[in-house]
């Protein structure tokens, strides 16, 4: 498997620009997860997706983040319109399932998405 | 707030030697607790885990300690290796919202100097 793929793996954009990140989860993988990673708060859970459908998206910071995820093998998390604060890594990370067993506490993350907004 | 604290930064330590690396957590319903590497332009990978009903789990040079009275726990490296240079994240993890929700910490760089 090749994993979980991101795109792109870097992106500078200018403020006030609509930004898509892509993602590929591990085939199989029934839980993906979009993680925003900065150096003051390391890595924060912006949303989850179960079989598809967003479960909890409590930390999706504003309206202008929105993320969606149209088949099993592929998602995006859309930033509209983008501002320097949003400046991080972006990763996305799946796991095998959501339920209460341990393996869906490992998470396999992607390379990850490096934003730059200027 | 931050429920899942790694206080050092950063740490270096010389090769051969032992490496502590300690996490706090403040949330009592974590009933999963990870570590996880991550390498400059990689996506973090996991490392270790150990569950709450356990105090020590153990995979080669890698130790993990849990003290749940405390609230903490830490990954010991030993002997160090000049490749575990990297940063590790402490994660927790609780069943919320119909899931296992993980909850990571900022990171602490690890330098082991040859």
């Known amino acids: 498997d090749a994993g979980v793929i991101q795109s792109p793996r870097h992106e500078v954009t200018e403020m006030g620009q609509e930004v898509t990140l892509r993602c590929k989860p591990i085939?199989?993988?029934?839980?993906l997860f979009w993680y925003r990673q900065t150096m003051m708060r390391g890595l924060e859970l912006l949303i989850y997706?179960?079989?598809?459908?967003?479960?909890?998206d409590s930390g999706m910071p504003e309206d202008r983040f929105s993320a969606k995820m149209p088949n099993a093998s592929f998602s995006t998390l859309k930033i509209q319109p983008s501002e320097p604060r949003d400046s991080a890594v972006y990763f996305c990370?799946?796991?095998?399932?959501?339920?209460?067993?341990?393996?869906?506490?490992?998470?396999?993350f992607g390379a990850g998405s490096r934003l730059t907004v200027l | 707030d931050q429920q899942v604290k790694q206080n050092s930064p950063s740490l270096s330590v010389q090769e051969g030697r032992i490496s502590i690396l300690n996490c706090d957590y403040t949330?009592?319903?974590?009933?999963?607790f990870l570590w996880y590497k991550k390498y400059p332009a990689e996506g973090p990978t996991f490392l270790i885990s150990?569950?709450?009903?356990?105090d020590k789990n153990e995979d080669g040079r890698f130790t993990v300690f849990l003290n749940k009275s405390a609230k903490h726990l830490s990954l010991h490296i030993v002997p160090s290796q000049p490749g575990d240079s990297a940063v590790y994240f402490c994660?927790?993890?609780?069943?919320?919202?119909?899931?296992?929700?993980?909850?990571f910490g900022t990171g602490t760089k690890l330098q082991v100097i040859p």
């Open positions: 990370a799946s796991s095998p399932t959501g339920d209460r067993l341990w393996r869906a506490n490992v998470l396999t």
């Open positions: 085939s199989g993988h029934n839980s």
């Open positions: 997706f179960n079989n598809n459908v967003p479960i909890d």
């Open positions: 949330n009592s319903m974590f009933d999963y």
């Open positions: 150990i569950s709450s009903i356990k």
């Open positions: 994660a927790a993890s609780e069943y919320s919202g119909g899931y296992q929700k993980v909850t």
